[in-house]
C-alpha cells in the first residue's frame, strides 16, 4: 500500500483578505491604464481636429482674399453705377477717427 501525502489548506481571515486586497489592486491598476490610454487618445484625437480646423480656417481666409483681388473694379464699378451711386469728391472728416464725413 502506497501513502499519499495530502496538505489541507487553512484559509485565515487574513489570508483570504490578502487574497483580496492583491484582485483589488490588479483590478485597479488594469482599470487606471484603460482609462489613462482611452483619455490620452481622446484628447490626441481632439488636437489632431483642432489642427485641422485651423488650418481649414486659414485656407479659407486665403480663398477669400484670392476672391476680393480677383474680382475686377469693372465688376464694382458697374455695380454702383446700377445703384446710382456716385463717387464721393471733396470730403473732409468731421472727426479724427474718421467715422464721420461732410460734404464740401
Known sequence: MVKHNTTTFKYTGIGVLNVFLLAAI????IYFVVVSNITISSKHKTNLLNEELFSLIEINSLLTARQLS???????????????????????????????????
Open 26 to 29: 490588479i483590478f485597479l491598476m
Open 70 to 104: 480677383i474680382e475686377s473694379s469693372s465688376t464694382v464699378l458697374n455695380f454702383a453705377q446700377s445703384r446710382g451711386m456716385v463717387e464721393a469728391q471733396y470730403v473732409t472728416h468731421v472727426f479724427e477717427s474718421g467715422e464721420v464725413a461732410a460734404l464740401r
